[in-house]
């Protein structure tokens, strides 16, 4: 026993260092069977430190089971109990639950989802902020510059896309709608008045987003770049504030696993009926 430990190092260090060389090769399908209930071992793999082959004590086996533990508790790699899978009801609440909570949550994966239009050339896609989940009402929010080119695109092409990937559980959920502009009106001043200047500061930008410029620039007024801005420095661009509402129409839920993907399809008519099924991934 002694010559094995001595051959391996000491596991504590490999255990307890990131940054040790483990004494074994980590293996993607490694086996936890302390876990495996609830946590996917193919995502857990990336933040469960290998164990290695050497002789284990119980304190070992206890510490790395605690933080596979721990580390399921983790909202950003969270993984799906195994009876969600097999649930269309509960895979559409954990869906809303995750889209309500994303937007007050700067690292949720969510928080930042591609929003796709319809542009002249084709497809137009950009990465934005979810400010909002309104499941009442079934409308996703963000907003954008009067002068930036997606407004017009919304305009004349109403149905959009956006997506949502979650890196930690594995799960893509592609949304399709219809998207209503609001500008100046009562909703567009309740999110407008809502939002911290930080992130209503764009909209004293000087010239249209995406227009060409001789050097690198903030695109703000000079006495106005490179600091935060007041509540009465950036009231000005109220009047370039548009709120994106995107009713939704269909979620294409996608969780990727290598030993069987699974997808499911939610529909929305006219009059808010939903119809959920099982497709193929």
């Not at 309104?134 to 997606?150: E, G, N």
């Not at 305009?155 to 100046?184: K, N």
């Not at 567009?188 to 209503?200: H, V």
Request: charged share 20%.
């Amino acid at each position: 026993m002694t010559n094995s430990w001595r051959r391996c190092g000491d596991p504590w260090k490999a255990f307890a260092s990131r940054s040790s060389k483990p004494c074994a090769p980590r293996n993607a399908t490694t086996h936890y069977p302390s876990i495996n209930s609830f946590v996917d071992v193919t995502a857990a793999a990336d933040i469960i430190p290998p164990i290695p082959r050497c002789p284990l004590s119980a304190t070992r086996i206890l510490v790395t089971c605690f933080t596979s533990l721990r580390a399921s508790r983790d909202p950003t790699r969270r993984a799906f109990a195994i009876d969600d899978l097999h649930s269309l009801d509960q895979i559409l609440a954990d869906v809303f639950d995750e889209l309500e909570h994303a937007p007050s949550q700067p690292d949720h994966p969510w928080r930042l989802p591609v929003l796709g239009t319809t542009g002249s050339h084709g497809c137009e896609l950009r990465t934005v902020v979810l400010r909002k989940f309104a499941p009442a009402q079934l409308a996703l929010y963000c907003h954008t510059d009067l002068r930036s080119p997606k407004v017009a695109q919304l305009q004349q092409h109403p149905r959009t896309s956006w997506l949502f990937y979650h890196p930690g559980r594995r799960v893509q959920v592609r949304v399709t709608g219809i998207t209503q502009l609001h500008q100046g009106d009562a909703l567009a001043n309740e999110f407008w008045n809502a939002s911290a200047p930080a992130s209503l500061n764009l909209y004293r930008a000087l010239r249209a987003p995406g227009t060409i410029e001789a050097a690198p620039s903030s695109n703000l007024p000079p006495e106005l770049a490179g600091r935060p801005l007041t509540r009465e420095e950036v009231e000005p661009g109220r009047q370039l504030f548009v709120l994106i509402e995107t009713t939704l129409q269909s979620i294409d839920w996608l969780r990727i696993d290598q030993s069987g993907s699974l997808r499911a399809l939610f529909k929305w008519d006219a009059e808010g009926k939903r119809t959920a099924n099982w497709v193929a991934p």
